[in-house]
């Protein structure tokens, strides 16, 4: 590769870095001064990001990216296209008895899952315990869902919602005749 070439390849890296980091911030409403506070970044670091004109450390980055909660791809990738369609079944499924369940998101959340369950009648599924912290929160949409946690027992109907610690034994349960659904969002402890 040439010097010219690869010294172009540099320069739509780091605008792109550049961009992303501005937009990213911007969509957040924070200002620079905010967003560097929020990365343990000195101010001027953080401009030197949004300007593209900087070359930074891979200490750098990793702080920006976690404060902005995306991945180091997402901070350096080039543009690409605004949407996406996933197409019905095209999202991991995975069968657990009578259970299946979906996720609802292609993309990964840092520090959080979310998935439909569809519970068939007579459907019972264990959950798995998470981290330590970890908090789950259990939505009813159709039928009747039961929730039972190491202490105690939860009965859902649709527009309820609990919360329990997601580090403890759990399951879930159909209490309806008919197939249940529920939406489950596990938010993750935070590593120490």
Sequence with gaps: MSDRKRAGEERAAASALGRNVRLLREARGLTQVQMSRVAGLPRATWANLE?????????????????????????????????????????????????????????PLPGMEIDRLELAPNARMTGVPHTPGTREYLACEVGAVGVVTASERFSLSP??????????????????????IAYSVVVLAPHA
């Design 51 to 107: 300007s593209g004109e900087s070359n930074p450390t891979l200490g750098v980055l990793l702080r920006a990216a976690r404060a902005l909660s995306i991945t180091m791809e997402e901070l350096v990738s080039g543009a690409r296209q605004d949407g996406r369609l996933y197409p019905k079944g095209t999202l991991p499924t995975r069968q657990r008895g009578l259970a299946l369940v979906h996720k609802l998101l292609p993309d």
């Design 159 to 180: 527009g309820d919602v609990v919360t329990f610690r997601g580090d403890q034994r759990h399951s879930y349960e159909n209490l309806d005749p008919r197939t249940s």
